[in-house]
């Protein structure tokens, strides 16, 4: 079988007395869509912040491309990297789009895009700068180079940061509702870019309420609910023909709202 | 109002207004390249690193700058280690006691400055930087530094301004700065209200000076905010 790009073995997370996940299992392929759906709590941006150690998992493997992450216990219980130079290396191949963007506002985008090439991959800036070009053109924003993010709309600090991404030409990028901070008029163009980056074949875990985009884009879709996955498969079939109750419950309410609305 | 004493003392006093703005300027930079370590410790994960600049932050904002001052002038002298030390030609000269006690002064209330600045840049830009590869140093030189140094700008300003009128106390361990050489003036013409009133507009001239660089390095560096 095919090495998954990213895989994740029985993973477990903890607020508190509050158990988020119960134990999670998920392998994705390369160039595989996969989209995280279920309800607020369902723990489906918990999970996608434990696979970059963005929050530290109480139980659980992560492995990718064949390497596992070397984890060791902390004083409070949970795992962390054992070996910072492999996190370090690891999380440059991983992209994350945050919900809020999270910009770097004391740079201009051209500057929030270079960052991490110039100073993390070493590149010589001349070249890194050439590439940031492409890819703010890429996402349409080639006239916004000198700009600062506070004076960019959300959907185009959300692209801004989408390029920020890219430009470490990570092998799977992990996007965590990257559409619930913008208002509904923006949420196109963001969706937009990112159905780009699917149809270029790109390795990506979403966590969205956008369903009709989940339907489209995505090869598969996990449903969790309260810790678990409760349904997983093809979208053709969980937005068709769901087992579960559960999952029948929630596409009922969400796939009723109009495109572009979420939460 | 003995108007011709103001303006036969103004070169005198002027010369006075350069050593305070000169000791202002001087601790002012030592201060803050020790307060930034110093916050950096504050904010740690590590409960031992959070304690270590403790004593030196509570002993500096908890006592008298006067007190401060006066410690370091008679109380170095105290040790032999000290007097048989190559520092002892500056260190007992009041000019350098004087930094000494500013500058551990100013630090204390720059790391909490800083340290408050520190704690309110946003996590979400921290995690920004960790998901791209940073290490931990380069975070804190390329993200949480610059930008705890620009939310910190307008309250160091403060502080700066609050050192300035600090400064008046070398004028007790004979530093000539600008209250000093009001006060050696007075001794010998009598004229405390002439005097004093010009070294008053002379510390708002300085005071404005000040605030006015700060002004134009938060333009600068501030510039990335919206307008308004």
């Known amino acids: 079988m095919e090495q998954a790009a990213i895989e994740l073995r029985g993973?477990?997370?903890?607020?508190?007395?509050?158990?988020?996940?119960?134990?999670?299992?998920?392998?994705?392929?390369?160039?595989?869509?996969?989209?995280?759906?279920?309800?607020?709590?369902?723990?489906?941006?918990?999970?996608?912040?434990?696979?970059?150690l963005l929050e530290a998992p109480d139980e659980g493997e992560i492995i990718f491309d064949g390497e596992a992450l070397d984890l060791k216990r902390g004083r409070d219980g949970t795992l962390h990297a054992a070996n910072r130079?492999?996190?370090?290396?690891?999380?440059?191949?991983?992209?994350?789009?945050?919900?809020?963007?999270?910009?770097?506002?004391?740079?201009?985008?051209?500057?929030?895009?270079?960052?991490?090439?110039?100073?993390?991959?070493?590149?010589?800036?001349?070249?890194?700068?050439?590439?940031?070009?492409?890819?703010?053109?890429?996402?349409?924003?080639?006239?916004?180079?000198?700009?600062?993010?506070?004076?960019?709309?959300?959907?185009?600090?959300?692209?801004?940061?989408?390029?920020r991404t890219l430009a470490m030409h990570p092998a799977v990028i992990l996007l965590d509702e990257p559409t619930s901070a913008l208002d509904p008029e923006l949420v196109g163009e963001v969706l937009g870019v990112i159905r780009q980056l699917a149809e270029e074949g790109r390795t990506m875990l979403i966590v969205t309420h956008e369903m009709r985009f989940a339907r489209d884009v995505a090869h598969r879709v996990v449903f969790l609910h309260a810790g678990?996955?409760?349904?997983?498969?093809?979208?053709?079939?969980?937005?068709?023909?769901?087992?579960?109750e559960r999952c029948r419950a929630f596409l009922a309410t969400h796939l009723a709202e109009p495109q572009g609305e979420s939460n | 109002m003995n108007w011709q004493v103001m303006i036969d003392s103004f070169p005198a006093l002027?010369?006075?207004?350069?050593?305070?703005?000169?000791?202002?300027?001087?601790?002012?930079?030592?201060?803050?390249?020790?307060?930034?370590?110093?916050?950096?410790?504050?904010?740690?994960?590590r409960p031992w690193l959070r304690a270590l600049p403790l004593a030196h932050i509570y002993f500096f904002r908890g006592t008298p700058l006067l007190v401060q001052i006066y410690l370091v002038y008679y109380g170095l002298g105290q040790f032999e280690a000290v007097r048989d030390s190559v520092l002892w030609p500056y260190l007992r000269e009041a000019y350098w006691c004087a930094i000494i006690a500013f500058t551990l002064n100013t630090s204390a209330y720059t790391?909490?400055?800083?340290?408050?600045?520190?704690?309110?840049?946003?996590?979400?830009?921290?995690?920004?930087?960790?998901?791209?590869?940073?290490?931990?140093?380069?975070?804190?030189?390329?993200?949480?530094?610059?930008r705890a140094f620009r939310i910190a700008l307008p309250a160091y300003s403060n502080e700066v301004i609050l050192m300035l009128k600090g400064s008046a106390l070398a004028s007790t361990i004979t530093l000539m700065d600008l209250t000093g050489v009001?006060?050696?003036?007075?001794?010998?013409?009598y004229t405390p209200v002439e005097l004093f009133l010009a070294a008053g507009l002379l510390y708002v001239v300085l005071a404005f000076l000040i605030l006015g660089g700060f002004r134009l390095v938060e333009r600068r560096l501030n510039r990335h905010l919206q307008p308004g």
């Open chain 1, 228 to 244: 678990r996955i409760e349904e997983e498969g093809p979208p053709s079939r969980v937005f068709g023909n769901p087992r579960s």
């Open chain 2, 14 to 45: 002027a010369e006075g207004a350069l050593i305070t703005l000169e000791l202002v300027v001087i601790s002012g930079i030592l201060g803050v390249l020790l307060a930034v370590p110093m916050a950096m410790a504050r904010v740690s994960p």
């Open chain 1, 85 to 163: 130079e492999q996190i370090t290396r690891l999380r440059a191949g991983i992209g994350f789009v945050f919900q809020n963007f999270n910009l770097w506002p004391h740079m201009t985008v051209l500057d929030n895009v270079i960052e991490a090439p110039v100073h993390v991959l070493g590149i010589p800036r001349k070249q890194a700068l050439a590439e940031a070009e492409t890819l703010l053109e890429k996402v349409g924003l080639a006239e916004k180079q000198r700009t600062y993010p506070a004076f960019l709309s959300g959907g185009q600090q959300q692209r801004a940061a989408i390029a």
């Open chain 2, 182 to 189: 009001a006060r050696t003036i007075i001794a010998r013409t």
């Open chain 2, 111 to 146: 790391a909490e400055i800083l340290r408050g600045a520190i704690q309110s840049v946003p996590r979400g830009e921290v995690e920004a930087a960790e998901t791209v590869g940073m290490s931990p140093a380069l975070i804190w030189r390329r993200i949480r530094l610059p």
């Open chain 1, 11 to 52: 993973i477990k997370k903890r607020f508190g007395e509050l158990e988020v996940i119960k134990g999670i299992d998920l392998a994705a392929r390369r160039g595989e869509v996969i989209a995280l759906i279920g309800t607020s709590g369902s723990g489906k941006s918990t999970l996608l912040r434990c696979i970059n």
